[in-house]
């Protein structure tokens, strides 16, 4: 199928041309119609696979009949929730790619930056608003978003959106939009949270599940190096020197420390490294983001949470220096690299205590991920993990005080 063989008009078939795009993805080539069609949706895809133009390019053309020429005063008529601020930015980024060639007006509102502008933006009137789910409701509540007027109802990521805690954000963005024409549910997983949220949101859905949700890309190398952990840091220098080089390279780490800590280490032996975590400020994070897309560094190290989503062409390579503990994120981490046909490699390390989350990754995925034996910091095959004990009271049990054993008279009772 090509584009020209949807429904769908000059304007926009030109946007997509020149965005350099002729075939839908699979996801897209099943989603555009059932949205055409003005029916409810939940759709399940991996990451990178173009679920943000499934439903961007859809409601562009449903919009477009209804704006004409633009003469009359813009009114909010899609809402598309998103829960990270550079998810919201990119996906607003391309439906003004996608809407370049007609009326409509989008924008997009986030937390950790300046209300004023974005009031200003709301005020001068839109057709489509994305937004982070905190953000949104401080300027409803203020009066600067009428949620009365919204008919088509985005919620992008929901298997992150409800991890992140956003569970009553979301119900309550439902609450206040009372005259819902169409919603549509997109997830990377559909676990039974999301499933619950869809049977309270959605009217009679069509499912479209396009892959299993635990396969990992066939267009991604994965390799597993088996290591001390105390020698992770080591071996992630001698992988940066020896394997990526000067290649694009995404490393994620559990924790903001962890991340820090990395970074410290690259840094100081010379690589161009940057961070991304939830402590660090908006304008920290889109620099963070934008000196690595646009190759002043060659390496990002993020936590899950700040890398979910992100949008980065052509990536090299991703490093889990973490195996982390749900095999499912382990797909969405290395679905991050070998993107829409581009070729990736994934390098995990593992040391013994992280034994048991490779198995479950592996049952997952229904494949063992080949291990790497040439490097210079090799696990002991039979190394059990390092048990640290608490160390006990170094005074003995029933010990007195001096005071006690004095039986001196205390002032309290």
């Not at 401080?138 to 978003?145: A, E, V």
């Not at 994965?222 to 290649?247: A, F, G, I, S």
Request: aromatic residues 6%; glycine residues 6%; positive net charge.
């Amino acid at each position: 199928m090509l584009f020209e063989d949807l429904p769908l008009s000059p304007p926009i078939l030109q946007a997509i041309s020149e965005i350099g795009h002729t075939t839908p993805t699979p996801i897209q080539e099943r989603v555009i119609p059932e949205i055409l069609r003005r029916n409810d949706v939940i759709a399940c895809a991996q990451t990178g696979t173009g679920k943000t133009g499934a439903f961007a390019i859809p409601l562009i053309q449903l919009l477009n009949k209804k704006v004409g020429d633009g003469t009359e005063k813009s009114k909010l008529s899609v809402l598309i929730v998103s829960p990270t601020r550079e998810l919201a930015v990119q996906i607003e980024e391309n439906i003004k790619a996608y809407s370049q060639h007609t009326n409509i007006q989008s924008g997009v509102v986030f937390g950790g930056a300046s209300m004023q502008p974005q009031i200003n933006m709301l005020k001068s009137g839109l057709h489509i608003l994305v937004a982070t789910p905190g953000r949104l409701l401080d300027l409803r509540k203020q009066g600067y978003i009428n949620l009365d007027e919204v008919e088509v109802l985005v919620l992008d990521e929901a298997d992150l959106m409800l991890d992140m805690g956003f569970i009553d954000e979301v119900q309550k963005i439902i609450r206040l939009s009372p005259n819902l024409e169409q919603r549509l549910m997109f997830s990377a997983t559909i676990p039974p949270k999301v499933q619950d949220l869809a049977k309270s949101l959605l009217q009679d859905p069509e499912k479209i599940e396009l892959t299993v949700n635990s396969s990992a890309a066939p267009s991604i190398a994965q390799k597993l190096y088996m290591v001390p952990k105390q020698d992770k840091t080591e071996l992630l220098l001698y992988v940066m020197r020896n394997v990526v080089k000067d290649k694009s390279v995404l490393i994620f780490r559990r924790t903001k420390f962890g991340v820090e800590k990395a970074l410290q280490s690259l840094v100081k032996n010379g690589f161009k490294a940057d961070e991304l975590h939830g402590d660090k400020s908006q304008s920290d994070r889109t620099t963070a983001l934008s000196r690595f897309k646009n190759k002043e560094v060659n390496i990002l190290v993020a936590t899950d949470l700040a890398a979910r989503g992100l949008d980065i062409d052509t990536l090299d390579f991703v490093i889990n220096f973490d195996i982390p503990s749900m095999p499912e994120v382990y797909v969405h981490r290395i679905g991050r690299t070998g993107r829409a046909g581009s070729v990736g490699t994934s390098i995990s390390f593992c040391s013994a205590d992280e034994k048991t989350y490779v198995k479950f990754i592996e049952t997952l995925i229904g494949e063992k991920i080949p291990q790497e034996v040439d490097h210079p910091y090799p696990l002991e095959k039979n190394a059990e993990p390092v048990v640290h004990k608490k160390k006990g009271s170094k005074h003995k049990k029933g010990r007195k005080g001096s005071g006690s054993k004095a039986n001196k008279k205390r002032w309290y009772k």
